[in-house]
Every structure is written in structure tokens, then in C-alpha cells.
């Protein structure tokens, strides 16, 4: 364990299904992140929610939706999803200090197949 | 933030001392550089970072070069465990929001 939670480890879910994504950070960290990771490809950063307002969101479709509603907690929810978003999905979290370093402790991932 | 350039893959001998380099020539003043591992199908594992002076930890030593433009990860005595994806990276500072942004890392295998 290295301090994120991701649950669940595997989910199967059909097109028209709504299911949501849980992460949970025991660091006491006060940034939390979304990542992709389809095959072959390198890791893609979704969402940054950083002491629990989002501030980036990259051009991530509306059917992936996140939720951050206290600095331990960041949820996706997800909504008629295509096959093509089949992927591991990471989560990750940090401290955010100014003009400090601020390494990341990601969570081992949902790996998600949409059918 | 600065990109890097990694080489896709090196293989390297048990017992032996990996060296993988990493370039970075756009690295900028305040720019940290930060190295990650993945094992296959589990999240990215922090190993190391530094800005300027050389750093070592349990895992690994990192070596910068004084221009910044480059930087090398020695992994003293390769493992089996140690095959992987290292992913170099460099990152700013900022008072929120600071994000990684991953490439397509070094895919190291360890052989026997």
C-alpha cells in the first residue's frame, strides 16, 4: 500500500452504465490528480484538484466527470463511456508547497474495460 | 514545463549498475527533475529528484550535469525487480495546480 487507495482494482462496465471511480489519500496531502494510461500509450493527466478546487481539466470528455468533495476523497464518475476508454485509470496525490519540490504518490490504478 | 528525452528501451545485467540518461536541455531555473518507475499494470513509483547537486537514496543516485541539460539515473545493483518503465520528468513550482507530465520513459529489462 502506498498511502492512495484506489477501489475498485477491476471494473467491467457496459456503454450505458453509470459507475464511479473512488480514490482515497491517508497522506495528508492537499493536491489530488486523474490520470490515463490506455495501452501502449503514456500516462495522459485528466483532472488537478488542488485543496479540493479544481484547476486544470484537459479537454477530458463530459462523460468522465470528477468530484473532489474534501482534500482525502476524489471520485469519477463516469457515464456512457465508449469502448475506447478502456484503460488503467490512476490516481495520484501531493503536496502542493511553493517553491518546493512536490513528488507524487500514485495509487495502483482501476483497470477499467468498457464493453 | 520542460520536455525530456529518454531512450524507449536498454536492457541491463543483473548485479550490474544501470545508468539510464535522460536530456532535458529546456529545463528551466527553477525546474526540478524527478524520476518514476513503473512496474507493469501498477501506478508510477517515485525514486528520486534533484535540481542542481547529485542526490542518493536507497534506490538510486542521481547525477546532473552543471549545465542541467542532461541528467543520469544509476541504479547501483540491478535487480530482477527492477525491470521496469523509468520515466524522467521535469517540473516547476508553483503554489498550486503543479503537475507531471509523463512521456514514454526508458523501458528497462533486467536479465538474468
Known amino acids: 500500500e502506498t498511502g492512495v487507495t484506489q477501489t475498485p482494482r477491476h471494473l467491467v462496465m457496459g456503454m450505458t452504465n453509470k459507475k464511479s471511480l473512488k480514490c482515497e489519500q491517508h497522506?495528508?496531502?492537499?493536491?489530488m490528480y486523474w490520470y490515463k494510461q490506455s495501452a501502449k500509450k503514456p500516462l495522459e493527466l485528466m483532472f488537478v484538484?488542488?485543496?479540493?478546487?479544481?484547476?486544470e481539466n484537459n479537454s477530458v470528455p463530459s462523460r468522465f466527470s470528477p468530484e473532489c468533495p474534501n482534500s482525502s476523497h476524489l471520485f469519477l464518475h463516469l457515464h456512457t463511456l465508449q469502448p475506447e476508454d478502456s484503460a488503467l485509470y490512476l490516481c495520484?496525490?501531493?503536496?502542493?508547497?511553493?517553491?518546493?519540490?512536490?513528488?507524487?504518490?500514485f495509487g495502483s490504478g482501476t483497470r477499467l474495460t468498457v464493453v | 514545463d520542460a520536455k525530456t528525452t529518454q531512450p524507449p528501451s536498454m536492457d541491463c545485467a543483473e548485479g550490474r549498475a544501470a545508468n539510464l540518461p535522460c536530456n532535458h536541455s529546456?529545463?528551466?531555473?527553477?525546474?526540478?527533475v524527478y524520476w518514476y518507475r513503473q512496474i507493469h499494470s501498477q501506478g508510477p513509483q517515485y525514486i528520486i529528484h534533484?535540481?542542481?547537486n547529485n542526490e542518493t537514496n536507497e534506490m538510486a543516485s542521481l547525477i546532473i550535469t552543471e549545465d542541467r541539460k542532461s541528467s543520469t539515473l544509476i541504479l547501483p545493483h540491478a535487480t530482477l525487480r527492477d525491470t521496469a518503465v523509468y520515466y524522467c520528468?521535469?517540473?516547476?513550482?508553483?503554489?498550486?495546480?503543479?503537475?507531471?507530465?509523463f512521456g514514454g520513459g526508458t523501458r528497462v529489462l533486467v536479465k538474468p
Open positions: 495520484a496525490s501531493s503536496q502542493d508547497r511553493v517553491n518546493l519540490p512536490y513528488g507524487y504518490t
Open positions: 529546456t529545463i528551466s531555473g527553477n525546474e526540478y
Open positions: 484538484y488542488s485543496l479540493e478546487e479544481r484547476v
Open positions: 534533484g535540481l542542481k
Open positions: 497522506l495528508g496531502h492537499n493536491a
Open positions: 520528468i521535469v517540473g516547476g513550482k508553483k503554489a498550486a495546480g503543479n503537475k507531471l507530465t
